[in-house]
Structure formats: C-alpha cells, structure tokens
C-alpha cells in the first residue's frame, strides 16, 4: 500500500530495508492488536514502532509513523491531482502537500469527536438505519470542512473539481448502501445471532 501512494523516498532506505520495515510494521501490529491496552490496539494517530526504531533508526520509525498518519490524505488527493489535471487545473506541489496536511488534519478531528463515547455498533436493521443517518450527517459537515479550508489555497476552478468529486463519492456511498439496504444485508448475524459485520 505504501507503494502504491508514492512509494517513501523521503526514507532514502534500501529495497531490502524498506521490505523489512513492512515486516516489523506488520509484526507490531500482531503484538498491538493482541495487546490489552486499548490505545495501543487503535491508537490514533500512529505511534512510533519500538521495532523499527531499534532496528532502522528513530528517525525511520518518526517518519514511517507519519507516513501512515497520511495515507488517506495521500490515496485521496491522488485522486484529486488527477481529476484538476484532466480539468486543465493542475494542483501545485505545495498545493498537494496541504491538501495531504487537510485530510490528514480532518480525520484527526474526526477521530477527536468519537474519542471518549461508548459507541454500540447496530443489531437490526432499524439501528442500522439510525446509524447511518448519523454517518451522513458527520459526512456533510467533514465535505463542508474540506471545502471551507481548501478554499484558502485552491483556485476556484480547482475548488469546483474538489466539490464535484466530493459530491460524487458521497452519492456512490450512498447508492452502495442504498443497494445493500434494499436486499436486507445492512446487518450480519452467525449462527448463534451475534453481529458479525454492518453497512455504516
């Protein structure tokens, strides 16, 4: 996945380095998600892997922490540089490099808002509903956000290219689920009656 959102140059590692930086990145989330403390199974943002720092340096660990803090900032304005480009509105590098800061910035405020509450995912299909009426509500004030705060460095036509596409993956979000509701598989139970998945 680190590839394929540009890879990590800033890193300066070797092939065989940055292979074994997955390794010790997949083994401390192994030894993280079997941890009894909570903030280490789903702390946010990433801490700095103890395995990486002892082998590759702190300076990799800090940075490859970042990195992963990022990666929704990065995967989504990928999309975007591509939609302002096909526009004839290119984004700068400055401009890609605050469109990451913004992302990354919203879902830090994101996770902020649910920190602290107890949350009990749905059972039924009315729940289920419930809960996602309240996904689209969080939804609309995050895209307001964007919009808001991306105003101050993006063009007007580059804005309207991030209106658009935020409108448009919102509205396929919306249809999937719809889809999902209509053939009753907003919720998911085992044999034994226990939730197993649900459509936020």
Not at 146 to 161: C, D, G, I, M, Y
Request: glycine residues 6%.
């Amino acid at each position: 996945m680190a590839e394929s959102e540009g890879g990590l140059p800033d890193l300066h590692l070797t092939e065989q380095q940055l292979t074994r930086l997955y390794e010790l990145s997949a083994e401390w989330e192994l030894q993280s998600a079997e941890s009894d403390d909570p903030q280490a199974r789903g702390g946010w943002p990433p801490q700095q892997n103890p395995l990486i720092a002892a082998e590759l340096g702190t300076e990799v660990a800090e940075k490859w922490a970042k990195h992963r803090q990022e990666a929704n900032g990065r995967f989504e304005v990928r999309e975007i540089a591509g939609r302002t480009a096909s526009d004839g509105v290119p984004l700068t590098a400055e401009q890609r490099r605050r469109m990451v800061e913004l992302y990354t910035a919203l879902d830090e405020e994101a996770v902020e808002e649910m920190r602290g509450q107890v949350v009990q995912p749905p059972t039924n299909e009315a729940e289920a509903i419930e809960w996602h009426q309240g996904t689209k509500e969080q939804n609309v004030r995050q895209r307001h956000k964007l919009l808001e705060r991306a105003a101050t460095f993006l063009s007007a036509k580059q804005l309207e290219v991030l209106r658009r596409h935020s409108e448009q993956k919102a509205a396929a979000r919306e249809q999937q689920w719809e889809q999902r509701r209509s053939q009753g598989q907003l919720v998911h139970k085992d044999a034994n009656g226990c939730l197993t998945s649900f459509m936020p």
